[in-house]
């Protein structure tokens, strides 16, 4: 009956839209009914929720004078104005008007914003705002308005709490507003809060990121710079419009609201480390024999070994500059004359918040001796250098290309011999399965060799990847979900290949998962208990092997069981009978998709269905989605059922590979005094009772 009650109202209505200058406009509105949601106010005035809309371009409005008619004629707005201005114009206070421009631009439009309870809900608070007394009902009654009073729905009481939480935070502004911060270059700054998703940055700059509401600065360099940041909150053409009309209700048209700004200023800036070195047996500068100890070459490194730089330490004392945070570790690259080299890492950390205090590391030096070391090490996969042992070496005389000495390693990956000066290669004669030898390595023995030379090794591992393709094991297509989690186990070292706190690896929007650097073992795959949208677990582990028979990317498909659906009715008399060859027909009620392959259109005929003796009729192995059961043809002497029934087929778990949609269902007899009933033709009947409505009752706002 509102179907018809809408046909009957918008053809009263003009379109209308006459700009007058840049202030005012002219334009009317069309008015619905939003049927499911009733209201009585304190004066007794009920009626539905409604619905206004401008005609030129369908731009929703909201009503802001309560218990005043609507008139479907051309109305007088006003925009470009003061706030103060435009709230004189239809007779409301300025801060009511700032505050319904908010829960109108934060409600239906904004966002995923979509649906008619944003409406309800933005009119609900813009009519607390002005001080309506009103009440929700479950229906219209105009013998007794308050009769079916109920309180605010729970979605239009959610939605009126997301609008306050939006304002507070368009309201709020975020804590680096005029902030002066320190930060070191390389590092990265981050804040997290929810008014930061209403900003965008202004001008050009790439060190600052805001996404969402999360505000990171990553500076690359030294620098001092100041950001702005304004809010991006200009979804419609045009600001908000008031419209007024002597005789109906003043209206209040969606519109952009004002964007507000920040600004804040950091300083990007870098470390410094010292190093001081001394004779070990003077404690001092000088040397035994009175001389200043003579220059010496540090090299500053990260603690994954790479050299950050050169450092010459003269007089004892070096500097590094221009350092970023992190662990670092000094070593002597080339000794003072007439002292051994030493091959002692001395580590430091450079913090965040101390990064403009200079490390100092104080290290000694001794004299030199005629010794050769090999220090060998391997680099576990924990990136961890571990002392190899039992690993061979053989010192070749460069010039008689014989072989001088076999070295093996001890327990601390260490082997040592004495030479004779000359020129000499170290070469790698054995090693662990799965590692790489060391190139060959040229030295030389001479007077001005020190007594002592260690050489360090690290054998690198032969590495290999993996991609794991995630396929439904139905339609055999790969499974496009990123976030599915997965974790590795050695089978052979006993442990979980671990790249983060979690141990987990994930696939990414693709579905597939990439781990790279696997070292040589045998491997276990395991899914992780978890829900993901449309399948079940595969609990049965994928084990396979990395070796040197492995190709570089091992292929991997690890298949899922999608969870299906079913529907199952129930068909019965009034009195609990089971009635058997009622026939039903399936529709889709959506396009239905199972991983995002379309397996029904939207109302296409799924199935139809018959129930047995004991009223039963079944509809299995369905993919999951909305449907629509309709009965087709009931049994004879029965009237039959003209609703559509709507069953939703939605995943539960990963661990229920079917969900049900159940219906029970009742068919009446067919009266025996249908058989000689006259009729009056509906159409007739429906418009005639609906001009009685339409005339008897009235909708307030």
């Known amino acids: 009956m509102k179907k018809l009650l809408f046909v009957l109202s918008i053809a009263g209505f003009l379109v209308a839209r006459t700009q007058c200058n840049a202030a005012e406009i002219s ?8 049927g499911n949601y009733h209201y009585v106010d304190q004066n007794g005035r009920f009626g539905d929720f409604e619905l206004f809309k401008r005609r030129e371009d369908g731009r929703i409005a909201y009503c802001i004078e309560p218990g005043v008619s609507f008139s479907s004629s051309e109305y007088q707005g006003a925009y470009g104005l003061t706030n103060q201005e435009l709230a004189n114009r239809v007779g409301i206070t300025e801060k009511q008007l700032q505050r319904i421009s908010l829960i109108a631009y934060f409600a239906y439009g904004y966002g995923d914003h979509n649906n008619s309870e944003w409406i309800v809900a933005a009119q609900a608070k813009i009519w607390d705002i002005l001080g309506r007394q009103y009440q929700f009902t479950s229906r219209n009654s105009s013998a007794n308005p308050w009769a079916y009073v109920i ?78 940041l304004k809010q991006n909150l200009d979804i419609y053409s045009s600001p908000f419009i ?37 004779d070990k047996d003077t404690n001092s500068c000088f040397s035994s024999s009175g001389k ?33 945070v992190g662990e670092y570790y000094w070593q002597e690259i080339e000794a003072p004359y007439g002292y051994l080299l030493d091959t002692q890492k001395y580590y430091f950390n450079l913090k965040y918040h ?4 200079t490390s100092v590391t104080q290290v000694y030096d001794e004299e030199d001796i005629k010794k050769i070391i090999i220090h060998k090490e391997y680099l576990k996969e924990n990136e961890t250098l571990m002392p190899e042992e039992g690993i061979k070496f ?28 000359g020129t000499y290669l170290i070469r790698q004669v054995s090693g662990t399965s799965g590692y790489q030898f060391i190139e060959e390595q040229e030295f030389v023995v001479n007077e001005d060799s020190q007594n002592e030379m260690t050489y360090s090794f690290v054998n690198k591992p032969y590495l290999k990847d993996i991609k794991v393709l995630k396929k439904d094991n139905s339609l055999k297509n790969p499974i496009l979900q990123a976030g599915i989690q997965f974790k590795l186990y050695d089978t052979i070292n006993k442990k979980y290949i671990c790249r983060n706190e979690e141990c987990t690896f994930e696939t990414n929007e693709y579905g597939e998962l990439i781990i790279t650097d696997l070292y040589y073992s045998t491997y276990r795959l395991e899914e992780i208990d978890q829900n993901f949208n449309g399948y079940l677990w595969n609990q049965e582990p994928l084990e396979f092997i990395v070796d040197e028979n ?41 396009d239905i998709y199972q991983n995002q392959v379309l397996l029904y259109h939207k109302d296409e005929l799924v199935a139809e269905i018959v129930t047995d003796k004991d009223g039963k009729a079944t509809l299995i192995g369905l993919p999951l989605g909305t449907y629509v059961v309709k009965e087709l043809r009931p049994l ?52 005639g009772l609906g001009y009685f409505i339409y005339e008897k009752r009235y909708f307030y706002l």
């Not at 939605?159 to 902030?179: C, V």
């Not at 900003?199 to 990171?216: F, R």
């Open 394 to 421: 053989e010192i070749i005389d460069k010039n008689l290309d014989q072989i001088v000495a076999t070295l093996v390693t001890d327990e601390n990956g260490l082997a040592s011999t004495m030479l004779h000066y």
């Open 550 to 590: 492995s190709s570089d990317e091992i292929l991997l498909e690890f298949f899922n069981q999608p969870v299906q659906g079913a529907i199952e009715i129930y068909k019965t008399t009034e009195e609990g009978t089971p009635l058997q060859d009622v026939v039903f027909q399936i529709f889709a009620k959506e």
């Open 242 to 278: 008031v419209y007024y009309r002597n005789d109906s209700q003043n209206l209040f048209l969606t519109g952009n609201i004002p964007n507000r700004e920040l600004s804040f200023s950091y300083k990007a800036v870098t470390g410094k480390a010292e190093i001081i070195k001394l």
């Open 354 to 357: 101390d990064i403009l205090n």
């Open 292 to 324: 200043v100890m003579g220059d010496a070459i540090y090299g500053l490194y990260k603690t994954d070994g790479t050299l950050v730089q050169k450092v010459t330490v003269s007089n004892c004392k070096g500097t590094a500059e221009h350092l970023t």
């Open 151 to 228: 309180p605010t729905p729970p979605e239009i009481q959610e939605k009126m709490d997301a609008l306050d939480r939006f304002i507070t935070m368009y309201n709020t502004l975020p804590p680096i507003s005029g902030s002066e911060l320190v930060i070191p270059v390389g590092e990265t700054y981050s804040l997290a809060t929810n008014p930061l998703s209403f900003y965008q940055i202004q001008g050009n700059h790439p060190e600052v990121s805001l996404v969402g509401n999360v505000l990171s600065i990553s500076p690359k360099e030294e620098s001092e710079t100041t950001v702005t």
């Open 27 to 34: 334009s009317s509105f069309d008015r619905t009914f939003i």
């Open 636 to 687: 004879d002497g029965y009237e039959i059922d003209t609703n559509s029934y709507d069953i939703v087929l939605q995943y539960e778990n990963n661990v229920t590979p079917v969900v049900y949609g159940n219906l029970n269902l009742v068919n009446y007899k067919v009266p025996e005094t249908k058989k000689n009933r006259s009729w009056i033709p509906f159409h007739i009947l429906f418009l």
